[in-house]
Structures are given as structure tokens and as C-alpha cells.
């Protein structure tokens, strides 16, 4: 496993912010606000957690590809699995790998639904699928204690993911 990039203690402050619009409110709330853009028809809907994955599925939205470590929190969760179509991979806690790059890459270009199984942390892949997904594809993500975050994928969206991987610590294999 090939670490490429690494949060340093600035970034992951920086990162508790939302990198997208927060949608503040309760499930039922915030997965209306799904229903809505899911009329839109993105390219690709990529959730990025469990519990939003688990909501979106709860609430008949499928992401085309969600990103969950079958965790909540850091508190184990039951998994949530919606299609045979996986891809496991290697992520620690506060770093990008290689690993998932390719993973998300690829699961860019199925056309049927795909989960990807982390080992370790999710969180940062966030800023790989904005980077990586096509233009106004949608990536969601939790925002504990307050909803979800929405990102439309725009060339704006990913030259803020190109500037925040910059200022990580590069490299490192594992």
C-alpha cells in the first residue's frame, strides 16, 4: 500500500469545515433535498459515508458508488450493502492511498452501481471523487450533528480538491 498523501493537524481543522453547501436538518429533511437534485439527473450521485449511504438507500436514492469503512464515528456500524458490486481497499486513518485512487477511478467509469470498502478511513476520498468525477456530478457527505454536505462537481469544486491535496504531506509507503 502506497500512501500518497497525508493530513497534517492545519488541514484536518480546515476539513471540518464543509467543502460543499451544508444542508442542515433531520434525514427526512435532508433526503428530501436529495430527492430533488436526484430529478436533476447527475452523471454520478457518490455518497461518501455510512450513515449517508445508509439514508440515501433508506429514502430509494442509490448512489452510483458510495465509499463507506462500516463505521460511524468511529464506532463499528452495520454494514450497509446495497450491491455485489465491491471494491475493498486499504485506507488509513488521515490518508489518501494509491490504492483508493485507483479504486475511485474505476468506479468512475461502471455504469452499475459500485461500493467501495474502506480499511481504515473514508473521510478524505471526498476530495478524490470531486477531483475525479465528472462535471456536475453530485458527492455527498455527513456533517455530524448537522445534516449533509452537497458538492457540485465544477471546475471550481475541483481546483479547491487539486489546491487542499497540495497542502498535504506527500508520500510514504506503508
Known amino acids: 500500500m502506497s500512501v500518497i498523501y497525508t493530513i497534517t493537524p492545519e488541514l484536518r481543522n480546515k476539513f471540518k469545515d464543509p467543502f460543499g453547501l451544508l444542508i442542515k436538518g433531520t434525514f427526512n429533511q435532508t ?3 436529495m430527492h430533488e437534485i436526484k430529478t436533476q439527473n447527475p452523471p454520478k450521485i457518490i455518497a461518501v459515508g455510512d450513515i449517508v449511504t445508509k439514508n440515501l438507500q433508506e429514502h430509494k436514492i442509490s448512489p452510483d458508488i ?8 468511529r464506532k463499528k456500524v452495520q454494514p450497509v450493502n446495497y450491491t ?7 485506507n ?3 490518508t489518501i492511498t494509491k490504492e ?3 479504486a475511485i477511478k474505476k468506479a468512475l467509469k461502471e455504469k452499475t452501481p459500485i461500493q467501495i470498502i474502506v480499511n481504515g ?3 478524505l476520498l471526498v476530495l478524490i471523487a470531486v477531483l475525479y468525477a465528472s462535471e456536475n456530478s453530485v458527492v455527498v457527505y455527513g456533517q ?3 445534516g449533509i454536505v452537497l458538492i457540485k462537481v465544477s471546475a471550481e469544486k475541483k481546483t479547491e480538491a487539486t489546491e487542499f491535496l497540495k497542502a498535504m504531506k506527500k508520500g ?3
Open 121 to 123: 478511513e473514508e473521510d
Open 144 to 146: 455530524p450533528h448537522e
Open 172 to 174: 510514504s509507503k506503508s
Open 84 to 90: 455485489s458490486n465491491i471494491i475493498r481497499v486499504e
Open 31 to 33: 433526503m428530501a433535498k
Open 66 to 73: 458510495s465509499i463507506i469503512d462500516n463505521q460511524n464515528m
Open 92 to 94: 488509513p486513518q488521515g
Open 100 to 102: 483508493s485512487i485507483k
